[in-house]
């Protein structure tokens, strides 16, 4: 949906601003083959680009010849993540092209979208990331971050006790800001460049980037509520800015270009809280990018998407990402509605009134007014058309829809202009209680689809109903959390059901940070913070913990730091009980994979799964991809023919995610002692319901640092299975000191031919 209306947005400023002519150009993201005679694509920049101009079609050169306002065609070269580059072309000429020698594919730029649910709302309270205590603060660790630019001068990056940064670093600061880049923020970089500025005008890249490595800010506060220290996961790592998205998207095919620049300038993470839409590894851009920046040793850590609680809903879901869902925190922003009746619903704001009214006000809820379906269609969702209603909806607290095209912020709005005192604003049923802390224009709170029915139930049983709002600010010590939040994208993942996916979960619910500017007063411009909610704000903490965990050990792969992560989660909430979704039911593995992080105990993580980088090959064979697409991956050619291919659970995954019939399945997972020298573990097993998981050896002798040791592990099922199902369980390599732990999602088969009674 929302995919959608961004790229109706982008093709009307097409047809704007260009003339006729090119109207039915589109861009394109074009694959080819490796230009022969160039072994070496090193230094070779100049030639690669001439390689590509030839592809262009030769009718270009008559149409732009008609055209004096000539867009370039040409845009993006792509040197790391893939052989190909970027071009404005029509259908025709793509069709031309392909006939070309070395043309492999093309597909039409496709927008991301970021993957935050609420994004206009602030507020100023102190961060809560207790979680930590690592001594490296990430220092002399490059992250990357792909988003909507930076506010440069924002205090979260400001550079008071920085180093430089490491010599390898190779970017640039491209920028007309009059700040220049710093210690802390040491490169900015704009795609396309044509828009120039890497300035965030939307508050996402300035919330996500001082989430990751934001600087201490005393006194962080905003409108003198709630002073304390903010601060990002870790603080003394460096930025590197890519700007790739506006308010309308992302395109891919500078997303792209900025992971292809991101390669060549050094740095060690990147961080992606945007997405597309599932696709196979070879043609989704995100995994053909990172899939580049992991064979350089770069961890990518993306988003997992906010289509849940919908299952299979996971994207960026390549097994060489980190891949990241969300939880809520332990903290509420609470506010409460009492009826008439005496009945109280809780909900979440943060809107905090200065002095708190304690009256009470007529309800009045506008859907019972929206008689004709058509053009009332808004009136329920609170949108712009409820003046209309102003003459009934004057000194009262309206009832108001999620949905419908407003965001909560201007629901507020429409609801203060029709002369309304507050609002109950009331979620969808898939949202569960997840709530939303947002900072509303009048006093106004968040509450559950079920709770709405309580409500009109509680105004139809009387003349007058009546209700207060009153807001009591932060509570700490919401004993469900991390609670898996009802947006947070949910496996198995379609491209590779054979890897569990999402990876892990953190915070990603009502989370404070640096914003762009102040939402309510634009006088306090330098030290605003915000509140907003989604997968876009869990990547972000997982990419400051892959920080902490790299500069703590610099010679780690990414496998490595993503293995540490994973089997050392939390897999119980602080009521040491199992995980809960949205709808205060145990969740589902496929909500959280290997469970919540815990960088602590992932700093020091005895064993890791170290997948090897040839594995991709015989992995993505197994995939049944053509010699071209798993050609197209690893910019080589390619024979699945003459490579043993392997199962996707075969791969040396911190995790299994199997999908089991009558016939039992092996596979072998290999560990590299990263603990003490010698040291001994045994395993533990908690099979999943009507599954028997047996693992050999089940003692693990180590002698010395770095040992590899292979084991193997068989799953069968243990009694007749009659309906599909997915279960879990989990097996634990423990010493005395570690724990390794690996979980295991079962998706049980029906038998084939079925039974006869
Ligand atoms: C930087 O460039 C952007 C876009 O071209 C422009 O809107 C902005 O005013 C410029 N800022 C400065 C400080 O020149
Ligand atoms: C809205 O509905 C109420 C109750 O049905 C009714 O009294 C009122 O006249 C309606 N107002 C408008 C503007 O339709
Ligand atoms: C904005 O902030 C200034 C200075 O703190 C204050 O005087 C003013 O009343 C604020 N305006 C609004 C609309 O809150
Ligand atoms: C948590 O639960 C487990 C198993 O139910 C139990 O063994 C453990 O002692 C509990 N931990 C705490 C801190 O209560
Ligand atoms: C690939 O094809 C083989 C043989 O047809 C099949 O057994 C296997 O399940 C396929 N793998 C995937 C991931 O589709
Ligand atoms: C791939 O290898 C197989 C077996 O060696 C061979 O028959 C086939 O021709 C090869 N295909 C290509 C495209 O080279």
Redesign the pocket.
Known sequence: MKILKFFLVFTILGCLSWPSIESELKMYIVHVESPESQISTQSLSGDLESWYESFLPNTIASTSASSNEEAPRLVYSYRNVMKGFAARLTAEQVKEMEKKPGFIAAWPERILSLHTTHSSSFLGLQQNIGLWKNSNYGKGVIIGVLDTGISPDHPSFSDEGMPPPPAKWKGKCESNFTTKCNNKLIGTRTFPQANGSPIDDNGHGTHTASTIAGSFVKGANVFGNAIGTAVGIAPLAHLAIYKVCDSFGCSDSGVLSAMDAAIDDGVDILSLSLGGTTNPFHSDPIALGAYSATQRGILVSCSAGNNGPFESTVVNEAPWILTVGASTLDRKIKATLRLGNKEEFEGESAFHPKVSNNKFFPLFDPS??ATDPDSDSDIPFCGPGLTE?S??AKGKIVLCEVGGGFNRIEKGQAVKNAGGVGMILTNRPQDGSTKSADAHVLPALDVTSSDRNSITDYMKSTKNPVARITFQGTIIGDKNAPVVAAFSARGPSIASPGILKPDIIGPGVNILAAWHNSVENKTNTKSTFNIISGTSMSCPHLSGVAALLKSAHPTWSPSAIKSAIMTTADIVNLNNESFLSETLTPARIFAYGAGHVNPSRANDPGLVYDTQFKDYLPYLCGLNYSNREVGNLLQRKVNCSKVKSIPEAQLNYPSFSISLGEKPQTYTRTVTNVGEAKSTYRVEIVSPRMVSVVVKPSILKFSKLNQKMTYRVTFSTTTEIRNMEVVHGYMKWTSNKHFVRSPIAVVLQEPETPDID
Do not use: D
Request: charged fraction near 20%.
């Open positions: 019972e007014n209603l003459a009934v």
